[in-house]
């Protein structure tokens, strides 16, 4: 009878604990996202003080962007992707704008050579 109890409360202990670990990890905040790409920006292109700055508020400003696009075309793919292109644009110019376009080039090779390793 011991043997059954311990049992049954060791497949409860079981499943308790893989019930915790299903949910979907949150998701960091914009600004912590925007740091870490600048940062990731900052290895991959020598980037001086000013030119992290710049574009720490530009990488903000595309993720918030792109977050509330989400969020508001989140049942509409075709039109979330119409709305992507527009705010990857808009990043296209303004990082053209602080940046050489040899660098911009380097950093979207880096962006493509981390997706195919995924």
């Known amino acids: 009878m011991k043997k059954v109890i311990l049992l049954f409360i060791a497949m ?9 670990g299903t949910g979907k990890p949150e998701k960091p905040d914009a600004a912590t996202r925007a740091t ?10 020598t980037l001086t003080a000013e030119q992290k700055s710049k574009i720490q508020a530009v990488n903000l400003e595309s993720i918030k962007s792109m977050d509330l696009n989400q969020e508001k075309m989140g049942d509409k793919p075709n039109e979330f992707e119409v709305e992507k292109q527009k ?3 808009k990043w296209d110019t303004e990082m053209a704008a602080i940046i050489t376009e040899a660098e911009v080039v380097k950093w979207k090779k880096h962006q493509a050579d981390e997706k195919a390793k995924k």
């Open 12 to 20: 409860f202990a079981f499943t308790f604990a893989n019930a915790q």
């Open 36 to 45: 870490k790409m600048t940062e990731k920006m900052a290895k991959v292109v």
């Open 87 to 89: 705010i990857s644009k």
